[in-house]
């Protein structure tokens, strides 16, 4: 079906960093398919765990147990605030289930009039019918009503707004702590911090969306570790499986006890071989030293970026970010600049506000910074204004 502008670029094998296309030219992946592998492609640890795995058993349902989710399971809840873990397919499916959990933690805490989410403006949760709705953009649901109801907008990084909108309808707080595909953005100093003693205060639960920020991309296994500040529950999905589909929901014990047996549910959700590929993500991403490197490798490229600003005015407006999840707002169209690098062998993905997203796989070195920043140079040097 015709629901992507896609390039017309095919590639038939990728190597760490490197994708390799039909016709023989190499591509630097910086856009990791839009902030999925998180270890590049065909990673060895992945392939052998992957492989395995496929030649034992890949899905059984949830009717039974399953012990790849019960120890992914297990070494999230140990590296983060949450107690227990509830495994689907994808990011807008992991929201769903969020949105389901704030609800009905307020339904069986004998507040059922409190059913509606607190969302920001610029927001982005996927293209199911209640996230469209969470979300910020008119665009993604034009022509799709009517939409589901109890979602309320207020500005994102506007505490006396948030506060301003809690009524005793409110049931919790839905925000990414750094706006992926709204353009980078991070939450202003403090303000996580102030929506959660505004959530504590009204007695709402607070959820992020860490679908793209999760999984070491900011340089922590989930970006609200930079904040003074714990959620309730988080999303995670794109880098989590490293290429396999792998969504997941991550709760505290007091969030969690809203969904009991039959409550909520998916097929596919947490299947054998996905939580192969996601064990292998984590084997990976838990090594002593990988956060290092992604903050290491993240200051290299604003370093470069500082140096290309300087040589080519008129490029660069600024640079934003986290981590390996960094964006550059552009001069020209953010979509002229992705097409230039592309065609000088890099790929990386456009995100609102013009930026251009450089969400490289997380075990990049400086070898593949070094061509990058030579490409994005080259890059300005032809486009500047
Ligand atoms: C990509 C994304 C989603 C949607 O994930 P899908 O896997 O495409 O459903 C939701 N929230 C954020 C922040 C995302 O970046």
Known sequence: ???????????????????????????????????????????????????????????????????????????LVANSFADTVFFCNSGAEANEAGIKMLRRYQYVSGHAEKNRILVASNAFH???????????????????????????RVAFGNLNELRDAITPQTAGILVEPIQGEGGICAAPEGYLEGLRKAADEFGLLVMFDEVQTGVGRTG????????????????????????????????NEKAAAALTAGMHGTTFGGNALAMAAANAVLDEVLKPGFMDNVLAMSQLIRDGLATITRKHPGFIVEVRGMGLLLGMKTVPTNVDVVAKLRELGLLTVPAGDNVVRLIPPLNITKTHVDEALAAIDAAAAALAQ
């Open 1 to 75: 079906m015709p629901t992507y502008a896609r390039a017309n670029l095919a590639f038939e094998k990728g190597e760490g960093p490197y994708l390799y296309a039909q016709d023989g030219r190499r591509f630097l992946d910086f856009g990791s398919g839009i902030a999925v592998n998180t270890l590049g492609h065909a990673h060895p640890h992945m392939v052998k765990a992957i492989t395995e795995q496929a030649n034992k058993v890949w899905h059984t349902s949830n009717l039974y147990r399953i012990p790849g989710q019960e120890k992914l399971a297990e070494r």
């Open 126 to 152: 996927g293209r199911t019918l209640g996230t469209l709705t969470a979300g910020y953009s008119d665009k993604y649901r034009e022509g799709f009503g009517p939409m589901p109801d109890g979602f309320d």
């Open 220 to 251: 922590k296994l989930y970006a609200y570790e930079w904040s003074d500040m714990v959620p309730d529950i988080i999303s995670s999905a794109k880098g989590l499986g490293g290429g396999f589909p792998v969504g997941a929901l991550l709760a």
